[in-house]
């Protein structure tokens, strides 16, 4: 299979979520039903992606786990799944996808500035941990932009054009404690990532914790992941700053696993 197929395959996918997310920023601004289009269009760019996601695959023999290009499409492929499921299952909270759509939209960029070009699979990556790993790690981050969408709305919904789109979701309390449901959620994952990330590292490297730069940073957006849930029980924050600690947490997270993995030279960047 060429590599220019799998491309265009990709360009379809991209398209296909550019035409769902201008369909929910129109939707949510006028306030018009467009929901089980957004919904159907999303689905149909989730398919098409997954068969560029199947097609590199088949092309190099490893999974999209090695370069910015393989992180970026992946990540993008199974946040969007993620948020998908969401906003099929919650239908009182989808005018979220007014924060979703820009955070998907520039990933979408990133991805089109990153070099698609071949990546070499090694062999400490060649382990069934790897998979469960990267897995944990995605439904993490999938939970937590969920998470920092309900903080965005919070954080904006008093000014007079946001009141008026967002003016029909539940209250900021009943937001703030979905928001913290899912940032939950999120926590039992990040904790089950490093697990398997460890037991993944003693196999790969006969050590279950090096310090490195990613597993410091990995420890420290868990640490605060934490700190933000158990502050938000005992001290009963308001919903405002209970919303900037979620976003604090979701943009720590973020340049964990989109910088730190590429501006290291420990064994995670698959130099070994």
């Not at 989730?46 to 992946?74: C, K, N, Q, V, Y």
């Not at 948020?83 to 989808?94: D, G, V």
């Not at 029980?233 to 947490?249: E, G, N, R």
Request: without cysteine.
């Amino acid at each position: 299979m060429s590599i220019a197929f799998e491309q265009l395959v990709l360009w379809a996918a991209l398209i296909i979520y550019v035409l769902a997310g201008a369909i929910a920023i129109v939707s949510t601004l006028f306030r018009q039903q467009q929901e089980d289009l957004f919904q159907g269009i999303l689905w149909l760019g989730l398919a098409t992606h997954s068969g560029a996601i199947g097609l590199r695959w088949l092309r190099l023999d490893h999974g999209p786990f090695l370069t910015m290009f393989e992180i970026l499409s992946s990540n993008i492929w199974s946040i969007s799944l993620f948020f998908a499921l969401s906003y099929w299952r919650l239908p009182q909270i989808r005018p979220i996808a007014a924060f979703f759509v820009p955070l998907q939209f520039m990933m979408m960029g990133w991805l089109l500035l990153a070099t698609p070009g071949e990546s070499i699979f090694p062999p400490t990556y060649d382990t069934i941990w790897l998979y469960i790993h990267v897995s944990f790690g995605k439904v993490f981050m999938g939970a937590l932009v969920v998470a920092s969408s309900l903080a965005g709305i919070i954080l904006t919904r008093n000014g007079k054009a946001a009141g008026a789109i967002f003016g029909t979701l539940p209250n900021n309390e009943s937001l703030t404690e979905l928001s913290y449901r899912f940032m939950a959620l999120g926590l039992i994952f990040q904790s089950l990532m490093l697990v398997a990330g460890a037991i993944w590292a003693q196999d790969a490297w006969g050590r279950y914790w090096d310090w490195d730069a990613l597993e410091s940073w990995s420890f420290i957006s868990w640490l605060l992941t934490a700190l933000a849930l158990h502050t938000r029980i005992t001290w009963k924050l308001s919903p405002k700053v209970a919303a900037i600690m979620t976003l604090v947490v979701f943009v720590i997270a973020f340049l964990t696993f989109f910088g730190v993995p590429f501006i290291s030279m420990a064994p995670h960047k698959g130099a070994v």
